[in-house]
C-alpha cells in the first residue's frame, strides 16, 4: 500500500498570508487528488493531477505535480479565514488512500 | 442534484453492543466507499461496493461488515463494539470507482462508551 507524507502537520498564518503544503511518496502516483475538509463535514475534492510536472490553479490555490510523480504540493495566495480547514492529498492504487492530512488555521 | 446522505448524524452506543450506518449515494453513482476517520490514524479505507459487489475492502477485522442494496444504498455494520471504534465514518459515491471524482457525505460521528 502506497505510504502518503504530508508536511507540515499543522499550520496556523494570518489572513493575507501565502503558504505552502507538501505531499511525499516513497513510490509513483498513478494520479493524486487534493481534498479540504472542514470541521464537521466530509472532505471535498479540489483538484486531481496526473501528469508529472502538471500545474493546474483554482483561484488562489495552486497545485503542484514533481516531474517524477512522487511528490505534490499545493500553494496559498493571500490566505483568508474562509481556507481555514484540513488538506489532505489521496492516490488511487486499488482504492484510494489518504495522508494524515495538514490542518490550517488562517486567523484575521 | 442532492449530494450523498449520512445516516445517522451522530451515535452513541456501548461497548459490546453493534450498530448500522446508512449512506444514500448521489443518484446515478454505483460506487459506494465507507472510511473511517479519527485523529490518530486519519482516514482509512474500510470497503467499496459497486453494484451490489463488494469490489475492496480494507485491513478492519470482520467485525466490519457492509452491503449494497439494488438502488445503490449502502449500509455498514460494525457489531460487538470495542472504545476503539469511536470514530467519524465517512461514506463516499462515484460513478464508477476507482479513479473517478468521490463525493463525501457529512459522516456519522459514532461514540462507543
Known amino acids: 500500500t502506497q505510504l502518503l507524507e504530508q508536511s507540515p502537520q499543522f499550520l496556523s498564518i494570518q489572513e493575507g498570508e501565502n503558504l505552502t503544503v507538501y505531499c511525499n511518496s516513497s513510490?509513483?502516483?498513478?494520479?493524486l487528488q487534493w481534498y479540504r475538509q472542514e470541521p464537521g463535514e466530509g472532505p471535498v475534492l479540489l483538484v486531481t493531477?496526473?501528469?508529472?510536472?502538471e500545474v493546474k490553479k483554482l483561484k488562489r490555490l495552486t497545485f503542484q505535480f514533481g516531474d517524477a510523480r512522487k511528490d505534490s504540493s499545493l500553494h496559498i495566495t493571500a490566505a483568508q479565514p474562509g481556507d481555514t480547514g484540513l488538506y489532505l492529498c489521496a492516490s488511487y492504487g486499488n482504492k484510494l488512500v489518504f495522508g494524515a492530512g495538514t490542518i490550517l488555521r488562517v486567523k484575521s | 442534484k442532492a449530494g450523498v446522505t449520512q445516516t445517522p448524524r451522530y451515535l452513541i452506543k456501548t461497548r459490546g453492543q453493534q450498530v448500522t450506518l446508512s449512506c444514500s449515494p448521489i443518484?446515478?453513482?454505483?460506487?459506494v466507499s465507507w472510511y473511517q476517520q479519527t485523529p490518530g490514524q486519519g482516514l482509512q479505507f474500510l470497503f467499496e461496493?459497486?453494484?451490489?459487489?463488494?469490489?475492496n475492502k480494507g485491513n478492519f477485522p470482520g467485525r466490519f461488515s457492509g452491503r449494497q442494496f439494488s438502488n445503490s444504498r449502502s449500509e455498514m455494520n460494525v457489531s460487538t463494539l470495542e472504545l476503539g471504534d469511536s470514530a467519524l465514518y465517512l461514506c463516499?459515491?462515484?460513478?464508477?470507482?476507482?479513479?473517478?471524482?468521490?463525493?463525501f457525505g457529512q459522516g456519522t460521528r459514532l461514540t462507543v462508551v
Open positions: 443518484s446515478g453513482h454505483r460506487s
Open positions: 463516499a459515491s462515484s460513478r464508477l470507482g476507482q479513479g473517478t471524482e468521490a463525493f
Open positions: 513510490s509513483v502516483f498513478s494520479s
Open positions: 493531477v496526473v501528469t508529472g510536472g
Open positions: 461496493y459497486f453494484s451490489e459487489t463488494q469490489r
